[in-house]
C-alpha cells in the first residue's frame, strides 16, 4: 500500500521560511509527476505546485517566486520550500501525484502563518 506522510509543517510569522517534507513509501516517485496541494481553513484543496520525473516544475500564480518543489528520487521524497509566508498561505498540505488519486491523500501538514 502506498503512503505518503507530510512533514515539516508548524507555526511562523509572516515573511518566515518553512520546508515541508513528503516520503513515500514506495518508488512512485520515480514514475509520476508529483505534486503539493492545500486546503485553506473553509475552502477547497487547491494544487500549489507540480514536479515531473525530469524535474520540470509549475507553480500556481498565488506562489511563484515564494515557494520552490524539488524531488530526490532516490529517497522517494519531494519537497516544498516555502519563503516570504503570508497568513493567507495558512493551510492544511498535502502531496500526492498530479494529476491526485483519492487513494494517495494522507493527513498533511498544517502550515499557520501569523500576521
Known amino acids: 500500500q502506498v503512503q505518503l506522510v507530510e512533514s515539516g509543517g508548524g507555526l511562523v510569522q509572516a515573511g518566515g521560511p518553512l520546508r515541508l517534507s513528503c516520503a513515500a513509501s514506495?518508488?512512485?516517485?520515480?514514475?509520476?509527476?508529483m505534486g503539493w496541494f492545500r486546503q485553506p481553513p473553509g475552502k477547497q484543496r487547491e494544487l500549489v505546485a507540480f514536479?515531473?520525473?525530469?524535474?520540470?516544475?509549475d507553480y500556481a500564480d498565488s506562489v511563484k517566486g515564494r515557494f520552490t518543489i524539488s524531488r530526490d528520487n532516490a529517497k522517494n521524497t519531494v519537497y516544498l520550500q516555502l519563503n516570504s509566508l503570508k497568513p493567507e498561505d495558512t493551510a492544511v498540505y498535502y502531496c500526492?501525484?498530479?494529476?491526485?488519486?483519492?487513494?494517495?491523500w494522507g493527513q498533511g501538514a498544517q502550515v499557520s502563518v501569523s500576521s
Open positions: 514536479i515531473t520525473r525530469g524535474g520540470i516544475t
Open positions: 514506495s518508488s512512485i516517485f520515480s514514475i509520476n509527476t
Open positions: 500526492n501525484t498530479q494529476p491526485p488519486s483519492q487513494w494517495f
